[in-house]
């Protein structure tokens, strides 16, 4: 890959929100009102790709245009995965800065002044992700202090709540055989080592959904777990670790002696749902990329 030599940046002439959706009539709702709060003053417009839904999310997205600025509801159902609805939104984008926020999460009202206030500092900005306020977590989650690291090696940069100047965007893409998991992660570590520069905004604020029901969450953290593997193979020889062996059989032990969390407070049951998912997921991912991530 040619690495895209930065500069000091202006701010943003157009900016572009690119939204990725599949099914989402149900929380897509939320989001549109929140994007419509903006305090963002300058030019932007708004791209729904959708990634094949079948519930009328496109139709729903289409009927806030009186309330929205520019929106544009774009076909990704070619190909599953949210990456390639990612790519697709930058391909439609006509701004030179492309903020990325989920279609099921809520934006705070100054979220785009936040990312945009950053862009002439970085080719990449990532904002902060709260957990509590669309969620009954049972615990105080602080918002982090910087972007977290992510397997032990590099921070990541959340895909659900960034912003890329369009240029490093098509220089990099995002990678699309990562469908789900991972695929946040992918993109931030290719870009941090290629060099490109990255920046944490911490007033850039998303709230983010736990999929309701036990169902739900299992494949939400499953489809992590699963992802893993491919990930160390992309980055194993630029120095990812292999997960420590301890770790997985620790973590399987506490499943079985846990099991009876299945019936405790919703807290606990959605804890063991997610450290069982995320190790089965992780036993699957391991065979899919041939390689021992467990």
């Not at 709702?29 to 929140?34: E, H, N, S, T, V």
């Not at 995965?81 to 990325?100: C, K, L, P, Q, T």
């Not at 240029?167 to 699309?176: N, Q, T």
């Amino acid at each position: 890959m040619t690495v895209l030599v930065t500069h000091p940046r202006s701010t943003p002439e157009l900016v572009s929100v690119v939204v990725p959706v599949l099914n989402e009539v149900s929380d897509l709702p939320a989001q549109l009102a929140a994007l419509a709060v903006q305090t963002y003053a300058g030019p932007w417009e708004l791209i729904v790709c959708d990634n094949g839904s079948v519930d009328g999310t496109p139709e729903l997205a289409a009927s806030w245009a009186d309330r929205l600025p520019e929106v544009r509801v774009v076909d990704a159902s070619d190909r599953k995965g949210i990456n390639h609805a990612r790519n697709v939104g930058v391909e439609h984008a006509r701004g030179d800065f492309v903020a990325f926020c989920d279609g099921d999460d809520v934006v705070r009202p100054d979220w785009l002044d936040a990312l945009v206030a950053a862009a002439p500092h970085a080719d990449i900005v990532g904002g902060a992700l709260d957990m509590e306020h669309l969620n009954d977590t049972g615990a105080t989650q602080p918002l982090p202090a910087a972007l977290p690291v992510k397997h032990r090696f590099l921070p990541g940069v959340p895909g659900g709540n960034c912003g890329v100047w369009r240029a490093v965007a098509i220089e990099l893409g995002w990678d699309e055989r990562f469908t789900f998991g991972s695929s946040d992660i992918e993109f931030g570590w290719r870009a941090r080592l290629a060099g490109y520069r990255i920046d944490y905004a911490p007033q850039a604020i998303v709230s983010v959904r736990v999929p309701a029901g036990l169902r739900a969450l299992a494949r939400q953290w499953y489809r992590y777990g699963a992802s893993d593997g491919l990930l160390f193979r992309a980055f194993r020889r630029s120095g990812m670790q292999r997960s420590h062996v301890g770790d997985a059989t620790r973590a399987w032990a506490w499943i079985m002696v846990h099991v009876g969390d299945l019936w405790g407070p919703d807290p606990t049951k959605q804890r063991w749902v997610r450290v069982a998912s995320l190790r089965a997921g992780r036993l699957v991912g391991s065979v899919q990329a041939r390689i021992l991530f467990l």
